[in-house]
């Protein structure tokens, strides 16, 4: 009997390589496709085309998760690391733990696919033996890995370079260019929270309790921890080499275009970010811009750096690895070393061999360093070590309760009376309590 089958991709722009690869095994007539980009009158032909039966396979990002399915034989989740799966707007849910109880409902295998497992499913399999764990200890074709090398922005800066291009990537860059060959600079958006850093020893201030970035509050002018509510005053002189060459860093995929432009005059430069995929189909025309029309190079955000194949890339450079490594949250080593190790396997996919440049103010993390070698397993090991010490998922349990209220004074009063009672009640003290604290978002 005929099976059907679901596969999930993070982002709406691999659906189109996704069905190409697909179809090139399967055939047009088997395959539907279902994302938001699609117009009401395009969802609801796919959406019949399935309860009809005559899709066997449903390809689309996490609401085809929903998909009217009869006899479902297997869902694959393909990235899935990928913090996309998890929606954002209401409805809010997660994708993973649905496909996780339609499986189970249809008894059939859930195929969770990434280069760089999300710590939580890695745990579950390596630790906990729930989920049944099958590596892949080669690359496709065979091809050797990129040669990564870490460029560190504190020396570029002491030699005088304060362009947003290392000397080494600048040259990189044009030495591609003469060859012919394509080029995609990252530059991670990801980074919403400014942070603060000391441009001569790349000292960041972090919480004392919490060990993780503090968040810059423009209108209180304050720094701020989003865990526990600790919080100082304006740091202007670096605590650890005592320099006053204190900066806030935020910038952008558009400010790096216009450099790359004034740079490299000559090459033909396209941007995949937020603000250019707003159209419809916008996703599919960039990247097939770049795959065949001459494009030397793709500037983007962590877009472009989730899955794509494209042979002729043999650089890759990554702009401030640092952006992602100080957002205020525990999950920041490692979304920095999945970023890091998906923009490097960007580089080298064809027969030419590929090349990837990572700069950073802090070329010894853990994070950092374990990217540029593609060794997962040496950086769960440090990851995981780094949860346990700091009572962090997925070792421990963390419970988030939120109060809400049109007067602030008001969420306090009821947080603090809820943390109150919770203290008394606990029997067995095992219960750790951080807060009340402001809410990420206010």
């Not at 890995?145 to 800066?157: A, F, H, R, T, Y």
């Not at 790349?202 to 600790?230: M, W």
């Not at 920095?336 to 996919?349: I, K």
């Amino acid at each position: 009997m005929q099976k059907t089958a679901i596969v999930l991709v993070p982002e709406i722009s691999l659906t189109p390589q996704m069905l190409d690869r697909f179809i090139s095994r399967f055939g047009k007539e088997k395959i539907a496709v279902l994302h938001s980009k699609l117009s009401i009158g395009e969802k609801y032909d796919e959406w019949n085309k399935i309860k009809e039966g005559k899709a066997k396979i449903v390809i689309g990002a996490r609401s085809a998760i929903f998909a009217p399915v009869t006899n479902l034989g297997i869902i694959i989740i393909d990235e899935e690391h990928d913090s996309s799966y998890k929606s954002e707007a209401n409805p809010k849910y997660d994708a993973k733990q649905v496909a996780k109880y339609i499986a189970k409902q249809n008894n059939c295998p859930l195929v969770f696919g990434s280069a760089t497992p999300d710590i939580n499913t890695y745990y579950k399999a390596k630790t906990l033996g729930k989920i049944e764990l099958l590596e892949l200890t080669k690359r496709a074709n065979n091809s050797s890995l990129p040669k990564v090398s870490i460029i560190d922005l504190k020396q570029e800066l002491a030699n005088g370079n304060r362009s947003m291009l290392s000397r080494e990537l600048y040259q990189e860059i044009e030495e591609n260019l003469k060859q012919k060959r394509q080029t995609i600079l990252f530059l991670n958006r990801r980074g919403y929270s400014t942070f603060i850093m000391c441009r001569d020893c790349g000292y960041t201030v972090k919480c004392k309790n919490c060990n993780i970035s503090l968040t810059y509050h423009s209108y209180e002018k304050k720094l701020k921890c989003h865990y526990c509510g600790y919080e100082q005053e304006i740091v202007k002189v670096c605590p650890e080499c005592h320099s006053e060459k204190i900066r806030y860093f935020g910038t952008g995929t558009q400010k790096l275009e216009q450099e790359i432009i004034k740079q490299f005059p000559n090459a033909k430069t396209i941007r995949m970010d937020v603000d250019t995929v707003t159209k419809k189909n916008s996703h599919e025309e960039i990247l097939n811009k770049f795959k065949n029309e001459n494009i030397d190079i793709l500037i983007g955000t962590q877009m472009v750096v989730k899955g794509h194949h494209f042979p002729n890339v043999t650089l890759v450079g990554v702009l401030a690895a640092d952006l992602s490594l100080y957002v205020s949250d525990y999950h920041a080593a490692e979304r920095t070393f999945q970023l890091l190790t998906q923009a490097a396997g960007r580089a080298g996919r064809g027969e030419k061999p590929g090349e990837v440049i990572i700069q950073t103010y802090n070329p010894e993390h853990y994070s950092v360093i374990c990217a540029k070698n593609q060794d997962y397993n040496q950086f769960y090991e440090e990851e995981i070590f780094y949860r346990q010490a700091m009572r962090y998922p997925p070792v421990w349990h963390m419970l988030v309760v939120l109060c809400a209220s049109k007067e602030e004074a008001e969420a306090y009063a009821c947080a603090k009376e809820l943390a109150d009672t919770m203290e008394k009640v606990q029997a067995d003290k095992k219960l750790q309590m951080i807060g009340p604290a402001d809410a990420a978002v206010a």
